[in-house]
């Protein structure tokens, strides 16, 4: 079921695996960018979502306000989720891949990541292997 759609992301929730998959389709300004993660949130949330897809492939570097904003105010947010792992689609771009990594560096005590290079692979790990235990 898709939970919000813009040109710039879609979110869906596949129901009978718990798991949300983040599409992002282009770039977008600074308030959509924060919005849209502010709304992700809400949904894992509502949903108590266990497992997500974060396919970035197509998302462009973010200021570095945003940047700083997404790796502090936000990764702090996402720790609370009920998030067990989280499979991240390499972007594209180098410098959002670099942008990326230091986001998921302050999440990895806390939730099991693991990046990959398409959708199949992703979502098979997160419905097939085993999550590992992390703090709380």
């Known amino acids: 079921m ?7 992301l879609q979110v869906e929730h596949h129901e009978a695996n718990n798991v949300l998959i983040t599409q992002w389709y282009s770039d977008c300004s600074s308030l959509q960018y924060r919005q849209a993660l ?3 949130a809400r949904i894992a949330r509502e949903l108590q979502v266990e497992y997500a897809v974060m396919d970035r492939r197509l998302l462009q570097p973010v200021s570095e306000e945003d940047l700083h904003w997404t790796c502090t105010i936000f990764a ?3 720790t609370k989720l009920p998030l067990k792992k989280v499979a991240v689609i ?3 771009h180098p410098e959002t891949e670099l942008q990326q ?5 302050q999440l990895e005590s806390y939730i099991e990541t693991r990046s990959f290079s398409d959708l199949t692979s992703a979502y098979d790990w997160l419905t097939t ?8």
């Open 2 to 8: 898709v939970y919000f759609q813009t040109d710039y």
């Open 38 to 40: 502010i709304n992700i």
């Open 129 to 136: 292997v085993p999550s590992v235990k992390r703090h709380s």
């Open 101 to 105: 990594q230091l986001f998921y560096k």
């Open 76 to 78: 702090k947010a996402y």
């Open 90 to 92: 390499h972007p594209f």
